[in-house]
């Protein structure tokens, strides 16, 4: 199918691969569809989520893991439970990220996690309990400090 969209112009996507947030996006009630854009769901530190019910909506995504390998939100699995069985196999952990023009105000909002099940297509954001994260956690700084680290370290 093709989506007219702000970012990337026309782009092409499989709509077997729409991932279904039945409750929609916290703020974006009614936009329940999106694709992922990436090359590889694992290895990619960046990626898109894009409506495809407004060629408006796009969110910038982190694979958080990549950068913060010790990240452990605590998801209650009531509150995932409608994405099906999850497991290491079938579950990605996603986070918005807001990349300004000054790349040193990255943020990365580490408190709502986006969860998704790739074998049923299905997401949510989830809303941890906890203050153990920031919603606004400043992200270049904490890349900075792991250069910074390995730099000393070797």
């Not at 990619?44 to 452990?72: H, K, R």
């Not at 941890?128 to 730099?151: C, G, P, S």
Request: with cysteine; hydrophobic share 35%; net charge negative.
């Amino acid at each position: 199918m093709r989506l007219k969209t702000k970012h990337f112009g026309e782009i092409d996507y499989d709509s077997s691969l729409c991932i279904h947030f039945d409750e929609g996006l916290p703020g974006f009630p009614d936009s329940k569809k999106f694709v992922v854009l990436l090359e590889n769901q694992r290895e990619d530190t960046f990626c898109w989520l894009q409506s495809v019910e407004d060629g408006n909506l796009a969110f910038a995504l982190i694979n958080i893991y990549n950068v913060m390998p010790e990240y452990n939100p605590l998801v209650k699995s009531d509150e995932v439970a409608s994405l099906g069985e999850l497991d290491e196999n079938n579950l990605l952990i996603y986070n918005v990220v807001v990349i300004p023009d000054d790349i040193r105000q990255m943020r990365a909002n580490l408190r709502a996690p986006i969860v998704i099940n790739p074998s049923t297509k299905k997401g949510k954001q989830v809303i941890l309990d906890n203050d153990n994260y920031d919603m606004k956690y400043r992200l270049y700084d904490h890349v900075q400090r792991i250069h910074t680290q390995e730099a000393i370290s070797r």
